[in-house]
């Protein structure tokens, strides 16, 4: 079935440090790919999505690409801050429609320090 | 601006205790979600409705049922609480139709039994 990998964290930065987090994923078709955050003490939020190898999803200075050739979807930001420390997750859906069911990574927790 | 509302953020149940959680989108939603999420495992799907009065098992369903009399409305019952169902609750919703449609969550109930 499908199925999604991302880098376990916890990871911890300074502020202004570049921040990668890596998911790859196993999918039948082409999936439509998405990064979820979860703010302490909320629910999850759309970051950014892709729909299509070699689209960029991009938000809040973060930026993530679809690589079909990778089966990746890594996420990236230039220079954190405290604001961006949060549980980051990778999901999949699948190509066609129907439930619209997500299939999400194990989320990393990011800690940014000041 | 969109809506996905749980009706209680915190809750305490003794084991045995018939539980329900209540969820409600105020956005037409005609597909609803209930994950469950635990450190280290991430989100998990527990139950998922298409229509009023139409459900399906997702993952983990095992322990739980779902109602969904309304559209607006998708409730999530254990009915015989265990303390190994201890975990924070996730209802999403979506709506059906081509392309990446997002997930909207709401902040989550996180449920102790005792």
């Known amino acids: 079935g499908d199925s999604v990998t991302q880098m376990e964290g916890p990871v911890t930065l300074s502020e202004e440090a570049f921040l990668t987090i890596n998911c790859t994923y196993t999918a039948t078709g082409y999936p439509s790919l998405f990064w979820y955050v979860q703010y302490p003490g909320e629910g999850l939020q759309l970051l950014l999505k892709a729909t299509k190898a070699d689209d960029k999803g991009s938000n809040k200075g973060f930026e993530a690409t679809y690589r079909k050739e990778t089966t990746s979807f890594h996420l990236e930001k230039g220079s954190v801050q405290v604001s961006d420390s949060a549980v980051y997750f990778c999901a999949l859906t699948p190509t066609q429609g129907g439930s619209e069911k997500l299939v999400f990574g194990k989320g990393t927790k990011l800690t940014v320090n000041p | 601006d969109v809506k996905v509302t749980q009706s209680s953020r915190y809750l305490v149940k003794r084991t045995g205790e018939k539980v329900f959680l209540e969820c409600v989108q105020d956005?037409?939603?005609?597909?609803m979600f209930w994950y469950r999420q635990d450190p280290g495992l991430g989100l998990r799907l527990i139950y998922f409705?298409?229509?009023?009065?139409?459900?399906e098992k997702g993952d983990i369903p095992e322990g739980y049922s779902v109602s969904r009399e309304k559209k607006e409305r998708f409730s999530l019952i254990l009915e015989s609480a265990s303390t190994n169902q201890t975990s924070m609750y996730l209802c999403?919703?979506?709506?059906?139709?081509?392309?990446?449609?997002?997930?909207?969550f709401g902040a989550g109930t996180r449920l102790s039994v005792l």
């Open positions: 409705s298409y229509d009023v009065k139409m459900k």
């Open positions: 999403a919703s979506i709506q059906t139709g081509t392309g990446a449609q997002v997930q909207y």
């Open positions: 956005m037409d939603h005609e597909n």
